[in-house]
């Protein structure tokens, strides 16, 4: 149980396009989504928590307006980043918390943009 | 702010000896602590979760502990394989809405 997928694995898009990320608990409910990014040899840093039906609350230094983060339902949760540029190529990972329990997260396997 | 550190950021041992690796965090005040495994690329694989009431964990090779006053955590694996070959993260979760991530140990083990 407890399975988080994300979709794509990997995306290549053009600068200036815009690229949608999925994220979807398979076999729970999640009241509550993340959503990380990656650089090369670094750590994992939080962009914005989501929860369902409201609005997400993003990090300092994160652009809501160029990550776009739509939680509708208690399965999915999107990113979709906007007038994409090279140096948002990055990976991005999600993880879902199961409503009702607060202490543990699942993650998805990543996706890796490349904005050409 | 709760930061967290991790030591080495890279290590190779040959395959069957036992190693350490290091986690350190700022803040005390943790709901818990996880370890996770992430291959090259792929995403994470969790290993151990720590409550904050509890001091250690264990499955299969691998034993991690958590000492919340020192800030400190480690995750011990034993014989190491090749197979055990990736990087290792550690984080703790500070409140009840996110996680906060170490840079990671990058572990080789050498056949």
């Known amino acids: 149980g407890a399975v988080v997928s994300q979709h794509p694995s990997r995306v290549i898009c053009k600068s200036g396009t815009s690229v949608k990320i999925e994220c979807r608990s398979l076999d729970f409910q999640a009241t509550t989504m993340f959503w990380y990014r990656q650089f090369p040899k670094q750590s994992l840093m939080l962009m914005a928590t989501?929860?369902?039906?409201?609005?997400?609350?993003?990090e300092q230094g994160v652009e809501k307006d160029k990550f776009l983060i739509n939680h509708a339902s208690l399965t999915l949760s999107t990113l979709t980043v906007t007038s994409a540029h090279p140096e948002d190529s990055s990976f991005y990972i999600c993880?879902?918390?199961?409503?009702?329990?607060?202490?543990?997260?699942?993650f998805g396997q990543g996706t890796r943009l490349t904005v050409v | 702010k709760q930061e967290v550190t991790q030591i080495p950021a890279a290590l190779s041992v040959p395959e069957g000896e036992n190693l350490v690796l290091n986690c350190s965090f700022t803040?005390?005040?943790?709901?818990?602590l996880q370890w996770f495994r992430q291959d090259h690329g792929k995403g994470l694989t969790s290993l151990l979760l720590?409550?904050?009431?509890?001091r250690e964990q264990t499955s299969g090779r691998l034993n991690a502990s958590l000492d919340k006053s020192s800030g400190r955590s480690t995750l011990y694996i034993a014989a190491s394989q090749p197979g055990d070959s990736a990087t290792y993260l550690c984080?703790?979760?500070?409140?009840?809405?996110?996680?906060?991530f170490g840079a990671g140990t990058r572990l080789t083990v050498k056949p």
């Open positions: 720590i409550q904050s009431s509890q």
């Open positions: 993880s879902a918390r199961p409503a009702g329990r607060t202490t543990e997260a699942f």
């Open positions: 803040d005390s005040a943790i709901y818990n």
């Open positions: 984080a703790v979760r500070p409140s009840n809405n996110d996680m906060r």
């Open positions: 989501s929860n369902e039906g409201s609005k997400a609350t993003y």
